[in-house]
């Protein structure tokens, strides 16, 4: 048997040929006795190496690490190094938070309303709250005078007066009819 | 804490692959604790500077680098295996008393399988570990050790073919 059948028998027992090749081996180990042999042989390996089970890692190892390790987690890393390290370590996600810093920039002065600051001083503010307190005083002796006006100039002479002529007036009228009826 | 995490996720996700490589590499599981407990140290030193995605060949490049570090310096004892003949026997015991006759068989033949790996080269057991016993990509097989992809393609071809022969052998010596 030649190296390159060797080879592609190979494949084909570990499964890395073409279908062609599976075929053609296939094909070639009905007719040779010897070429069923070595496929089956190199298939049975096969099986039995995809069988082996990994070798597991005996806790003690993960525990030694860990008490080595556990002095240094504490006093290395903290929770600030950690998103540090998340931020600035990354270039896509520092290349965000730019991105994102920069639009909160831009938005506060394009939102930004005028604000409008007062700085008055204590005697200032003084003299407004008399200049209040005297325009108050101004309105009530205004409302003052104009109350006295109605009371006394506009429901006396104006309302009262004519609505007790027209009383006078109606009154004289019935006394009137009364003397008419009596003398007929 | 979030690295507290990946750490935890690394070491959950690969431990026993470095454990694994490191026995059939170093033919001793003491040198393989600790080449583990290395491995693991760095990772914990080196978590910032590789990507989760990419730390399958980091992490075997690692176990690599340092299970030849240990070929160099120590002379490994190649006579104590770690699937040495009390080891089987030992399982036989234990096995005996709840499975049957034929799993306790396929369990040696296992070993014998594992012991025969062992004794490849170092170039063509490393390909084939991390290709057969990992299910690693050529990619990343080429990553992990720095060998060309054709390299890694040639040297698995070549470890099926001798870890055949070895026990064509084995079978032979057996039966005889």
Known sequence: ?184 | MLTDTKYNFLVQQYKSRIYNYSVYLLKNKMDAEDVTQEVLIRIWKNLESFNILSAKTWIMKTTHNLCLDYLRKRKVEFSKNPYSIEDVSEFIENKNEDNPAFKVENEMRDKKIKMKIQELPENLKSVFVLYELHGMKYKEISKSLDIPINSVKVYLLRARKQLQEELSKLKLQEVA
């Open chain 1, 1 to 184: 048997m030649n190296e390159e059948l060797l080879d592609r028998i190979i494949d084909v027992a570990y499964g890395n040929a073409s279908l062609l090749d599976k075929i053609k081996i296939y094909l070639m180990s009905l007719k040779d006795s010897e070429i069923k042999i070595t496929l089956n042989e190199y298939r049975k390996t096969f099986a039995a190496t995809r069988n082996l089970e990994l070798e597991e890692c005996p806790d003690s190892v993960i525990n030694k690490v860990s008490k080595l390790l556990s002095s240094e987690r504490i006093d290395s890393h903290s929770m600030l190094s950690d998103v540090y390290t998340i931020i600035f370590r990354r270039p896509v996600i520092s290349g965000a938070f730019a991105v994102v810093f920069v639009l909160a920039i831009v938005s506060t002065f394009i939102f930004k309303r005028p604000e409008i600051k007062q700085h008055y001083t204590k005697q200032e503010i003084e003299i407004a709250d008399l200049q209040v307190k005297q325009s108050f005083a101004l309105i009530s002796n205004v409302l003052n005078k104009t109350k006295n006006t109605v009371e006394q100039e506009v429901l006396a002479n104006r309302v009262s007066k004519p609505i007790t002529k027209s009383l006078y007036l109606v009154n004289d009228y019935l006394k009137g009819e009364n003397k008419n009826e009596n003398i007929n």
